[in-house]
């Protein structure tokens, strides 16, 4: 079953009247919009890339305490597939927290994970599959966008000033700045020249 961009915006627009702050909804549109730019620029499915973008955090909308560990990845997760959507969509809100298909390598949310947690071991097998080309556009927009696109360096800080420094926050920093460079050598340029907007949000 395919998801549009329109429906999955829909969605969220939905649930935006039922927030008090509405925060990651705007986030998620910002990250869908520049998915999509990025993706037409190496001429893939635009559409499919804005629609990941805007359902990757849609966990958040849930209860945490519902889940345990990774709460919102695995509350977006499991409501996707309810509405009958495969692991093509379902699986962003999983893998848009992980970089290099590692357990480890994840921006803000602990030290050490709960490894007798079930989700533990079902999210670090989800992960080890290879991750498509439309997953690496959403981790990094998803490492650029507020409610406006920032450069990564920029991001980086507004992650750090609101969640402060975990044990593996170098090695984060680190593989975003590689992810960055990958699209810079697919594109043949540096990606921010998409953004012109960014240096007015410097």
């Known amino acids: 079953m395919k998801l549009s961009s329109n429906e999955a915006l829909s969605m969220l627009e939905d649930f935006r009247v039922k927030l008090n702050n509405p925060h990651w909804i705007d986030h998620s549109i910002c990250v869908g919009r520049a998915a999509e730019v990025i993706a037409k620029a190496l001429k893939l499915d635009g559409d499919y890339a804005k629609t990941l973008g805007y359902i990757h955090d849609i966990g958040k909308y849930f209860p945490y305490q519902e889940s345990g560990v990774f709460p919102h990845a695995m509350n977006g997760y499991h409501y996707i597939k309810s509405l009958g959507y495969g692991d093509e969509y379902a699986g962003i809100c999983i893998k848009h927290s992980f970089l290099n298909n590692d357990i480890d ?4 949310d602990r030290d050490e994970t709960d490894k007798g947690n079930p989700n533990y071991e079902f999210v670090k097998n989800f ?3 290879e991750y498509s080309i439309y ?7 998803d490492l650029m966008c507020t409610k406006k696109i920032l450069t990564v360096d920029k991001r980086m800080i507004d ?5 402060g420094i975990y044990a593996k926050t170098h ?4 593989e975003t700045v590689k992810l960055k460079e990958y699209f810079d050598n697919l594109l043949g340029y ?3 020249d998409l953004f012109p907007e960014i240096k007015d949000n410097l």
Not at 105 to 108: F, G, K, Q, R, Y
């Open 105 to 108: 390598c994840i921006s803000n």
């Open 127 to 129: 992960i080890a599959k």
């Open 135 to 141: 997953d690496k556009i959403i981790n990094l927009c």
């Open 159 to 163: 992650l750090l000033l609101r969640h």
């Open 171 to 174: 090695y984060h920093i680190v």
């Open 190 to 192: 540096n990606l921010y």
